[in-house]
């Protein structure tokens, strides 16, 4: 119903950049939040970035300063650009909208996820 598409992971260097794509598509009643979620080897998923229709931002600790969400709510697309990245930013990040849609001529919110995009820094 509705399908989140990921786009930008890829191999860089300590200290460089990458820039992360994610664009729902499908029945969108209303999109009312999108964000980041990363996911490294042996390690519980965690938060990384959220955005608002709104333009309301919250950062995992670890990322501020560091990395900048934004969104275009016209494309339904949330962008993340990671500067300055750090081996340890290596993971799985996976993007997710809460989203409204229409079953049963009833609107509600659900979760969605994509299926993730493998960001690897090296050292």
């Known amino acids: 119903q509705v399908q989140l598409m990921e786009s930008g992971g890829g191999l860089v260097q300590a200290g460089g950049s990458l820039r992360l794509s994610c664009a729902a598509s499908?029945?969108?009643?209303?999109?009312?939040?999108m964000g980041w979620y990363r996911q490294a080897p042996g390690k519980q998923r965690e938060l990384v970035a959220t955005?608002?229709?709104?333009?309301?931002?919250n950062y995992a600790d670890s990322v501020k300063g560091r990395f900048t969400i934004s969104n275009d709510n016209a494309k339904n697309t949330v962008y993340l650009h990671m500067n300055s990245l750090r081996p340890e930013d290596t993971a799985v990040y996976l993007c997710?909208?809460?989203?409204?849609?229409?079953?049963?001529?009833?609107?509600?919110?659900?979760?969605?996820w994509g299926q993730g995009i493998q960001v690897t820094v090296s050292s």
């Open positions: 955005i608002t229709s709104g333009g309301s931002t």
């Open positions: 499908g029945s969108i009643f209303n999109n009312n939040a």
């Open positions: 997710n909208a809460a989203i409204e849609v229409v079953r049963d001529s009833l609107v509600d919110e659900y979760d969605f």
